[in-house]
């Protein structure tokens, strides 16, 4: 039983017909005093704070109330004019009090309906709670599966990038050895196409290096999108499954009170805890309060978090990959018309030019054990 709470004692004016805006339960014959039992949002009990559920009432203007039935208090609450003083004490107990073995087997059941169909749960015997499921955890496994895409996108645009990185390296080096060779080409033609050849290849490296800078951002908000952003969102959602469980357990523990104070009253069998003021019961009531109150809190805060994650998120992904793609054409096109304008007459090479494009081809070619280094 809870330990004896603190006094109260609060006032509350209304206008002509304005309720309360909480319920009450106990009174005689069944039980030896009056608690608040539901407290409503946007009412004068809410927006005052000070009456919870569980909280004991003793006097309602002054006038004890412990030992009446509940509808003549409830009709004294409501037909006591303006202003009404309610007198009570607060419900005192230590939290843990309210997890019991029961709420812990209730919790362990909602966390197996969210993952279950219907049939399934009926055929477990678990159609009580089958309004528990909710579509967070339809997200949470979206979630999951975004984040498999994500990865798997920003594998394959750093390997792209890579390949393009690889690939200035090689038009690098081809800008060299066409350098090399318009220097000892006798042919004037010659030495003029390979001038213009080389020159190509530098602007193929420039252009290669121009659009993995503009492109290596995406692959930055893609690791920041995948360490920060799906992780955060993930904890909410979980830490939410975990508030709505518990509460869903204090609301089935109490709807079970309900039916076993029902049954006794239809057929007064024993029931124990009615005649120490209803203690578990009420601090069931409060304990579901204090759960719904967290649960509502989160359930908010997580609609805030996945709408930013689905919106402002991918659409940013969505007009980066838009940019990655028009860099890329404009790359490409680059390329081409460097490469339209040059002719490529067929001659034989003399010795000193099979020399220049013999050592190209071992400065190009890649060495044994040799790794090309991913792009910082």
């Known amino acids: 039983m809870p330990a004896p709470g603190k006094s109260f004692e609060v006032t509350f004016y209304r206008a002509e017909k304005e309720i309360l805006g909480m319920t009450i339960g106990g009174g005689a014959p069944l039980f030896p005093c009056i608690y608040v039992v539901q407290v409503f949002p946007k ?33 004294k609450i409501k037909n006591s004019g303006n202003p009404v003083r309610i007198t009570g004490n607060k419900l005192t107990f230590d939290v843990i009090e309210g997890i ?21 749960a009926d055929k477990f015997g678990l159609t009580r709670a089958m309004l528990v499921n909710d579509d967070f955890v339809q ?56 001038t213009l050849i080389g020159e190509a ?9 121009k659009f993995i800078k503009e492109s290596s951002p995406i692959i930055a908000d893609m690791n920041t999108f995948l360490s920060k952003a799906i992780p955060d969102s993930r904890a909410t959602i979980r830490h939410y499954l975990d508030l709505k469980y518990i509460f869903l357990s204090f609301c089935l523990k109490v709807q079970l009170m309900d039916e076993e104070e029902a049954e006794h009253a239809r057929s007064h ?11 578990e019961y009420r601090i069931a009531l409060r304990c579901q309060h204090m759960a719904k109150r967290r649960f509502l809190n989160m359930r908010q805060n997580v609609t805030e978090k996945l709408y930013l994650l689905d919106n ?12 990655f793609a028009v860099s890329m054409h404009h790359h490409m096109r ?42 910082n």
């Not at 019991?100 to 049939?119: C, E, G, P, Q």
């Not at 895409?149 to 750093?158: C, D, E």
């Not at 339209?340 to 400065?363: C, K, M, W």
Request: include cysteine; glycine fraction near 6%.
């Open 269 to 279: 069998a024993y029931l124990g805890r009615l005649s120490t003021g209803n203690a």
């Open 334 to 375: 680059q390329s081409a018309m460097f490469a339209s304008g040059i002719s490529f007459p067929q001659h034989d090479y003399n010795h000193s030019e099979l020399a220049v494009l013999g050592e190209a081809t071992t400065r190009l070619s890649p060495q044994p054990n040799q790794s090309t280094p991913f792009i």
């Open 201 to 209: 290849h530098r602007q193929f490296t420039k252009g290669g290096l």
């Open 100 to 120: 019991t073995i029961d709420i812990l087997m209730a919790d362990f059941k909602h966390r197996i309906l969210d993952y279950v169909s219907a049939n399934m």
């Open 43 to 75: 009412g004068k009990v809410y927006e005052e704070g000070t009456l919870e559920p569980g909280d004991a009432i003793t006097h309602v203007n002054g006038e004890l109330v412990s030992k009446m039935k509940r509808i003549d208090v409830a009709n």
């Open 139 to 194: 997200r949470f496994e979206l979630l999951e599966k975004n984040e498999a895409s994500m990865k798997q996108l920003s594998i394959r645009i750093h390997s792209l990038l890579k390949a393009f990185k690889d690939q200035c390296s090689v038009n690098r080096e081809l800008a060299e050895v066409f350098s090399e060779l318009s220097q000892v080409d006798a042919d004037m033609a010659r030495r003029k196409t390979s």
């Open 312 to 323: 402002k998120r991918l659409q940013d992904l969505q007009s980066q990959l838009c940019k």
